[in-house]
């Protein structure tokens, strides 16, 4: 039962009376020295062990002298100390380790039936991030139907000064002044002449009228200049806010998802498969365990049995000793058949009789002593892809939705015959004057080269935390970012010398920063630019004081907004956070298909030999050491917690290759036509013929072309269990080996 009773709590670790009742009752002879060691393994807690050593006394007492058959004398004689403690191990010590083995099934069951938790939380955090996205989305339709009103009076006003500045050019240019008359030596001649005082008499009445029109007119037209200029400029700020507002929208949508939620599908679905990699594991004890228990009560009942005359005359045609002798080989030979049946493996998540388990199937529901024993595991909520980011004020989308009308180029109606003060026609996209837009800065979160899965960041964190103890002082010797990028320091407050802040980036291990307060304090690593962060070392001070780190949180923040955290929570020398996206390997060498973003878990050499891998590409098998696409070695790193959506699987030369999505490669299938998204063959949509049969773990066989003429041609990309033959041949040893990549454009929980 490997330590299962020691572990469990005190209701059910009350078999040490057992074993202190049957070990008081023992007498030192053959029979209760084989029992006292059958003991030493029940207080050891180990049930195959006791099977073993149970089995072994009941073949010494029926074959002990080597006699079998009609010589043997049948019977079996104990002393009545040794039958009760037989009988209180098969009645007690039996009892209790089934039933802490039955308690234990119930805690593992409960704890995956509580997993779920893990996603609720998720959607919570996604419900809370709601109410500020649909807050934001609600400002920015303010303001975008700010804008609309404003632009609509700018339009107006437009044209109220194009009419008005045209009524007083059609006046100036209507404007017909008096003849100007002259004359020379008139009044010397006629005194009485004022031919010239008249005229001037006539321009000063004319002009004074005519000015009077200018005023009015000049008047009409400035005031419409400046309203429209005005309004212009106060819809420049609107249009202004308005762009802002969908910026920050945008950034609420994209932190929600990309960020927060992708963050939090990946913490569940590691830990959704660490917990139940450890109850399948612990399943699988607590069944042979079971199956122990059975076979114990066989060997008992063979060593306590007294036949009745019925039950040997329904066994055996002898008489005698010779027949109680068949009938207790008989029955000690039953035992081998008692609980064989103890698990199935069904080799994926089956639901059978309302039970989610590797371990029926609709073909075997499991008539084994142990299907009481099956956990019933949850299935895991997927994930699906995240939006891709809003469209921007200055992108297409955006603004053919929003700014189409503003950008007309057709006339404005009523205005076709105003002069034209400008080289351009009266057309709308002049009269609303919409602004230049505004781009959105770039997207905060995990946004390197449009990879979701990559923690794009400027900045590493450690800090003070409640979890920490009394003496939580900050001291770390060293902390490197993506094996030892340039990075600054900035200490919240800094012990006295020589323990100041840039200890921890100096590269000597045998100094330390730290800090003055025991709380309250957190370092700052700087990046010199926001970079995607692939790994952080936390070197722990070597020399004194490890455990006061245990508790402090870390994070990383891109231009202020926290994007990943993590905790510290147990003593160790070094401290280090892959946060490779998909827990692979940086090595795409194929040029980055179809827009990039791959990331590398699977390597086979070239040679004569497909992947060692027997796990059909769930991605559940780790071994070799992750050394890029060329490595002289087969490895794989575990990624089936993993979120992606699409596979590539290429040769190392990168010559032949296919892209397809997780859902086309998984499931259980024969010769069956499946979709590929692209290929070395085609770059657009077609189709092949693969297998993935269950339980056949040389399994799938993915090719760019049907299976069958594949082998032949070279044109198979994956294949398993280190099958050989032309299957390898045409393809492995011409082609440097062979890989897999996995993707994800983003992701977002959906509950299932």
């Given at each position: ?11 059910y ?17 053959s ?17 195959t ?12 007492q ?9 010589a ?21 010590l039996?009892?209790d ?12 069951q ?62 100036i ?51 419409a ?48 498969d ?56 008989d ?5 081998e ?34 299907v ?18 809003i ?25 076709e ?5 400008h ?68 200490l ?51 020399n ?13 923040v ?12 147990e003593?160790?020398p ?31 050499p ?35 917690s ?96 062979a ?14």
């Amino acid at each position: 039962m490997k330590g299962l009773l020691a572990t469990l709590p005190c209701l059910y670790a009350d078999d040490t009376s057992t074993l202190l009742s049957v070990t008081s009752k023992l007498s030192l002879n053959s029979e209760s020295s084989a029992i006292e060691t059958f003991m030493k393994g029940a207080d050891g807690r180990n049930v195959t062990q006791m099977a073993s050593l149970m089995q072994n006394l009941a073949e010494s007492q029926l074959f002990g002298d080597g006699v079998t058959g009609e010589a043997a004398s049948g019977e079996i004689k104990l002393d009545s100390d040794i039958t009760e403690a037989l009988k209180m191990i098969k009645d007690l010590l039996l009892g209790d380790i089934q039933k802490a083995l039955k308690h234990e099934h119930g805690l593992d069951q409960h704890v995956v039936n509580e997993l779920h938790k893990c996603w609720d939380e998720c959607k919570v955090a996604k419900d809370q991030d709601q109410e500020q996205v649909d807050e934001l989305w609600t400002i920015m339709q303010s303001s975008k139907t700010s804008h609309e009103v404003c632009r609509e009076d700018v339009h107006a006003k437009y044209i109220d000064k194009v009419l008005k500045c045209n009524a007083l050019d059609i006046w100036i240019d209507a404007l017909d002044c008096p003849v100007c008359y002259k004359e020379e030596c008139v009044v010397i001649h006629d005194p009485s002449s004022r031919k010239v005082g008249d005229m001037l008499q006539a321009h000063i009445a004319w002009a004074s009228n005519s000015y009077a029109e200018w005023t009015v007119k000049h008047a009409a037209c400035a005031q419409a200049v400046r309203v429209h200029e005005d309004a212009d400029t106060k819809c420049d700020k609107t249009q202004g806010t308005f762009e802002s507002g969908t910026c920050a929208h945008r950034q609420a949508v994209w932190t929600t998802c990309n960020v927060n939620q992708m963050a939090c599908c990946k913490r569940c679905s590691i830990q959704f498969d660490a917990e139940v990699n450890r109850v399948e594991c612990a399943e699988k004890d607590r069944k042979i365990d079971w199956s122990a228990t059975k076979k114990i009560e066989c060997y008992i009942d063979v060593l306590m049995a007294s036949p009745t005359d019925e039950e040997l005359q329904a066994k055996c045609k002898k008489d005698g000793k010779a027949c109680i002798n068949q009938w207790r080989e008989d029955k000690y030979k039953s035992c081998e058949d008692v609980c064989v049946d103890i698990d199935f493996e069904a080799g994926d998540y089956y639901v059978v009789d309302g039970v989610n388990t590797t371990h029926r199937s609709d073909s075997s529901h499991g008539n084994r002593c142990t299907v009481h024993l099956d956990i019933h595991f949850p299935q895991m909520p997927s994930c699906v892809n995240c939006p891709p980011p809003i469209p921007g004020p200055c992108e297409e989308p955006f603004i053919s939705t929003y700014y189409y009308e503003y950008d007309s180029v057709l006339p404005v109606p009523g205005l076709e015959n105003a002069k034209e003060c400008h080289p351009d026609q009266h057309l709308h996209w002049w009269a609303y004057s919409r602004a230049e837009c505004r781009p959105c800065p770039a997207l905060i979160g995990r946004t390197c080269g449009g990879d979701p899965s990559c923690y794009f960041g400027n900045q590493v964190r450690i800090f003070h935390t409640d979890k920490m103890g009394a003496d939580a002082y900050l001291n770390i010797g060293e902390v490197t970012v993506n094996g030892g990028v340039s990075m600054s320091v900035t200490l919240s407050d800094s012990w006295a010398a020589p323990h100041l802040k840039d200890n921890c980036v100096d590269g000597d291990p045998n100094t330390f920063c730290h800090s003055k307060h025991t709380h309250g304090w957190w370092v700052a690593f700087n990046l010199d630019e926001p970079t995607c962060i692939n790994t952080i070392e936390i070197l722990n001070r070597h020399n004194c004081c490890q455990d006061r780190i245990v508790g402090a949180g870390i994070s990383i923040v891109n231009q202020g907004t926290e994007i990943w955290r993590d905790s510290i929570d147990e003593n160790k020398p070094k401290y280090s956070f892959d946060l490779l996206g998909a827990n692979g390997v940086d090595g795409d060498n194929c040029g980055g298909l179809d827009g990039g973003n791959w990331n590398l878990v699977r390597h086979v050499p070239a040679g004569n030999a497909w992947h060692p891998a027997t796990d059909q590409l769930r991605g559940t098998d780790v071994y070799g050491s992750p050394d890029g696409p060329l490595a002289s070695s087969p490895w794989t790193t575990a990624f089936s917690s993993t979120p992606f959506t699409e596979f590539l699987f290429a040769t190392g030369d990168c010559e032949h290759w296919l892209i397809a999505t997780r859902e086309s490669v998984l499931g259980w299938y024969a010769n069956a036509v499946r979709p590929i998204k692209m290929s070395s063959k085609s770059s657009s949509a077609h189709a092949a013929r693969w297998y993935r049969r269950q339980g056949n773990k040389e399994d799938p066989w993915i090719s760019t072309i049907d299976h069958g003429p594949a082998i032949g041609q070279g044109e198979i990309v994956y294949g398993e269990q280190s099958f050989g033959s032309t299957h390898a041949n045409t393809v492995l040893s011409q082609h440097n080996g062979a890989n897999v990549f996995i993707r994800n454009e983003g992701m977002v929980i959906v509950q299932r």
